[in-house]
């Protein structure tokens, strides 16, 4: 028997798809990079934003002005890298809407959980979101971004208004509620995206799966995209 198989080598980090133990490999380093770098950008922007619209005072108004507009180009550029990133290696794909056992998904979400109910969707390295999960980012992605970033971008250039003439059908207070507004939603979609990171078969399973990357598989019940016929194929 060689020193080989007696002291096997260190794994090295895992590639994706890779399973051992119950478990498999499925968030890459980048994403998980880039997920808890926008988390605490987005978390800095709440705090610093409700505290310019006068909720609280916590670093008092001019600094908060200050690290809340700091955070919001750090987001921008955080976003651009990832959308090279997303296209690049084809990533984009995981975020494609689907209605595929969205039924499944929401009654699971609303009792199914808390009856102990197998859980309906099996995460692989290509389906990592559930089609609620899916529908969830294109609402983010469609509704609320633009809102937040159009109104943001409008509140920060308020200077240049009028040499575009903006500010002939454009006014501060409207802009200021559009931005709250967005802001209320992102706040929404934070808790309940925190919420759901505790619907693991731990409390801290999906929080520890991207820090390490790591996803424990889990017992599920039937999973028809899992059959030869993937999602959008045609069946007979």
Same mark, same amino acid.
């Given at each position: ?13 895992? /590639? ?28 800095? %922007? ?27 180009? #750090? &987001? +921008? ?35 199914? %959980? ?6 309906? *969707? ?14 969830? *980012?294109?609402?983010? =992605?469609? #509704?609320?971004?633009? =809102?937040?970033?159009?109104? @943001?971008? +409008?509140?920060?250039?308020? $200077? ?9 059908? =454009? ?10 507004? @967005?802001?209320?939603?992102? &706040? /929404? ?5 925190? *919420? +759901?990171?505790? /619907?693991?078969?731990?409390? +801290? $399973?999906?929080?520890?799966? %991207? ?9 599920? @019940? ?15």
């Amino acid at each position: 028997m060689s020193d080989a198989t007696l002291h096997p080598a260190p794994r090295a980090a895992g /590639t994706p798809g890779e399973t051992g133990a119950g478990r498999i490999y499925i968030f890459k380093r980048y994403e998980r990079f880039w997920h808890w770098s926008q988390a605490g950008l987005i978390i800095t %922007m709440l705090l610093t934003g409700f505290e310019v619209h006068g909720s609280y005072t916590l670093l008092g108004f001019a600094q908060a002005v200050r690290l809340h507009t700091l955070a919001a180009w #750090a &987001l +921008l550029l955080l976003w651009a890298f990832t959308i090279f990133w997303q296209f690049t290696t084809g990533e984009w794909r995981q975020y494609l809407p689907t209605l595929k056992k969205v039924d499944a998904m929401a009654r699971y979400y609303a009792w199914g %959980m808390f009856r102990g109910a197998p859980h309906p *969707y099996q995460k692989t390295v290509q389906r990592k979101h559930n089609p609620l999960q899916r529908l969830a *980012y294109l609402a983010l =992605l469609a #509704a609320v971004s633009p =809102l937040i970033w159009g109104s @943001g971008l +409008l509140y920060l250039f308020r $200077a240049f208004w009028p040499q575009f003439g903006l500010d002939r059908w =454009l006014t501060l207070e409207w802009v200021a509620w559009a931005h709250t507004a @967005g802001a209320f939603m992102m &706040l /929404t979609f934070f808790i309940v995206h925190v *919420y +759901l990171t505790t /619907t693991g078969h731990t409390p +801290l $399973a999906h929080i520890k799966s %991207m820090i390490t990357g790591w996803e424990d598989l889990e017992p599920h @019940g039937p999973d028809p995209a899992a059959a030869p016929h993937a999602d959008g194929a045609r069946t007979h």
